[in-house]
Nanobody, 125 residues
């Protein structure tokens, strides 16, 4: 059973930075993708970024390209999301997710079978 625990959310002013962490446990992750998604009130869950545990391939949603960076620490089984130049529209609950399918890098929520509990990010103007 995969367990994902996010941390690092909080309140930040526009233009500021935050780093989210997602600690994963419960199985071997090599060859699988880990993703970050976000959901604002009244909106659908939005793809933010994804990374493959082995090899490090990454992909980003259009709204965060150039501002957010996804990375991983294999030794700690932890995935990070460094968020810079934050905007009020980045305000949302951020979730990390694990894809059970090998060597597939989904960019939609349906591609991920395990989810963390979420962490709130609020960007004030």
């Amino acid at each position: 059973q995969v367990q994902l625990v996010e941390s690092g959310g909080g309140l930040v002013q526009a233009g500021g930075s935050l780093r989210l962490s997602c600690a994963a446990s419960g199985r071997t992750f090599s060859g699988h993708a880990m993703g970050w998604f976000r959901q604002a009130p009244g909106k659908e869950r939005e793809f933010v970024a994804t990374i493959v545990w082995s090899g490090g391939y990454t992909a980003y949603g259009d709204s965060v390209k150039g501002r957010f960076t996804i990375s991983k620490d294999n030794g700690k089984n932890t995935v990070y999301l460094q968020m810079n130049s934050l905007k009020p529209e980045d305000t949302a609950v951020y979730y990390c997710a694990f894809s059970e399918v090998l060597y597939i890098v989904p960019q939609t929520a349906s591609g991920y079978g395990y989810w963390g509990q979420g962490t709130q990010v609020t960007v004030s103007s």
